[in-house]
């Protein structure tokens, strides 16, 4: 593996991690990246593409713990950042489908607006970089 890469491999992995790293000193706890129980039960989270930038900034919502979501990867949905169907109008050729998912606790999640994570559909910090930074003004 060259240099570069495996540095920029690092990197990537530190932004991750301070992304999730909690302030509060009485726990000393950090956070890491929500898991998606249902990424093993779909073939949706197999999509190689990514949809279009919607938004330069995550979306934190509150989500329960027993029901399924639907977060739309083509960044064309009007409830961002979960679907609405719209990937299902023929008229836009839409090829790209919603992740459907689950959290394990009720709470408060960073849901990526950005469309490039690679923790679909939460935050990993992708959206700091400088090419999505300038894709939306």
């Excluded at 593996?1 to 000393?28: C, D, E, H, P, W």
């Excluded at 469309?115 to 679909?120: D, L, W």
Aim: glycine share 4%; net charge positive; hydrophobic share 25%.
């Amino acid at each position: 593996m060259s240099i570069i890469l495996r540095r920029n491999l690092q990197a990537s992995t530190l932004v991750k991690q301070f992304l999730y790293r909690t302030s509060s000193s009485t726990t000393g706890e950090s956070k890491t990246i929500p898991k998606n129980l249902l990424e093993d039960n779909q073939t949706a989270s197999l999509q190689k593409e990514n949809g279009a930038v919607f938004d330069k900034r995550p979306f934190k919502l509150h989500l329960d713990k027993d029901k399924t979501y639907s977060w739309c990867l083509c960044g064309k949905s009007k409830s961002q950042p979960l679907c609405d169907g719209t990937h299902k109008n023929t008229f836009l050729k839409i090829k790209l489908r919603p992740i459907r998912f689950k959290v394990e606790k009720s709470g408060d999640y960073w849901l990526c607006n950005c469309k490039q994570t690679t923790h679909r559909p939460f935050c990993d910090g992708t959206h700091k970089q400088p090419e999505i930074q300038s894709a939306v003004k």
